[in-house]
């Protein structure tokens, strides 16, 4: 019984996670800038970020160096503070009318080291809805490529699956909604795409009695994120452990040091599947096929811990 018990703990320190403070992506908040925007399209005025190549998208630079149709807080789609400092962009994910459909906008940079093989990473960027277009959408996502990701010559939906995908609706105009997930890179990844890949009839959209009527949506972006999940350290200093694992309905979390856990959410993949109510002893997932999941726990100091859960 105690070596049954000590191949488990071996296996859960080889497969926990905790996230590190060094951010891949430059100037992720948009605060570096060549020239104050002074128009709309101006998102090569933002130092490190652009459209992709061959992508005639035309994605908007706000900043409160200006007033006017790209200043902050009011500008010429609606009123908002960044979620940090003085800057955000802003794509259109949605756009629909009689002579012109699945218009979409997507922004660009390489970050400052290429991705590591097999290495987890933490992905996060902050989006809210702005008011006057009048269509909120689901399918904000991000995607990871060796090369820069290319357009198609116009302003259609780029062809390429995001490894990162909200699938929700996201609604909220007056705050900022994290779209979050965890990366497992394949290596030599550099540039991360930011924006909606899917075309019109694939993306579900809600009307939210904007000004401009129910044609078009369009989101601000800031605080975009990409850091590593590194192992040993952080399991050892968390003192958590996720029994019984591989799991066949119903596992448990012993938490020795009774750090408060604040989230719990199981991933295939990048896509959430399931969370958990963290008032629970026991958590179930007697309903999920059987694989392997990416268990995340965020404790009450804001740190993150990620498991490997193998359900039988």
Not at 155 to 180: E, F, K, M, R, Y
């Amino acid at each position: 019984m105690k070596t049954n018990h000590a191949i488990r703990t071996i296996i859960l320190i080889l497969t926990c996670y905790f996230t590190t403070a060094q951010n891949l992506v430059p100037n992720p908040s948009f605060e570096t800038y060549t020239l104050c925007p002074n128009a709309q399209t101006q998102i090569s005025r933002v130092s490190q970020w652009n459209r992709p190549p061959n992508s005639t998208g035309t994605p908007d630079y706000f900043n409160n160096c200006t007033i006017g149709t790209v200043g902050i807080p009011n500008n010429v789609y609606g009123t908002q503070q960044p979620f940090e400092g003085n800057a955000y962009v802003g794509i259109g994910t949605y756009y629909q009318t009689l002579s012109s459909t699945n218009n979409r906008e997507y922004i660009q940079t390489q970050l400052t080291s290429p991705l590591v093989a097999g290495q987890a990473y933490q992905v996060s960027f902050y989006v809210s809805l702005s008011e006057n277009p009048g269509l909120a959408t689901n399918n904000m996502g991000a995607i990871f490529t060796v090369n820069q990701l290319t357009g198609n010559g116009n302003n259609q939906p780029i062809n390429a699956t995001p490894q990162i995908l909200d699938q929700n609706i996201i609604t909220d105009t007056t705050g900022w909604t994290q779209v979050s997930g965890i990366y497992f890179a394949n290596g030599n990844e550099q540039y991360l795409t930011i924006g909606n890949f899917f075309d019109n009839a694939q993306t579900q959209t809600q009307v939210t009695g904007g000004s401009w009527g129910s044609y078009s949506s369009l989101y601000y972006i800031d605080n975009v994120s990409v850091t590593a999940l590194l192992g040993l350290d952080g399991f050892e200093y968390s003192k958590l452990f996720v029994f019984p694992n591989p799991v066949i309905d119903t596992f448990s979390i012993a938490n020795i040091n009774n750090e408060k856990i604040v989230s719990l959410e199981l991933f295939s993949l990048f896509k959430l599947v399931k969370k958990f109510n963290v008032e629970e002893n026991i958590f179930d997932v007697k309903e999920l096929p059987s694989g392997i999941y990416n268990l995340s726990i965020t404790l009450e100091s804001d740190r993150k811990l990620f498991f490997k859960l193998l359900k039988k």
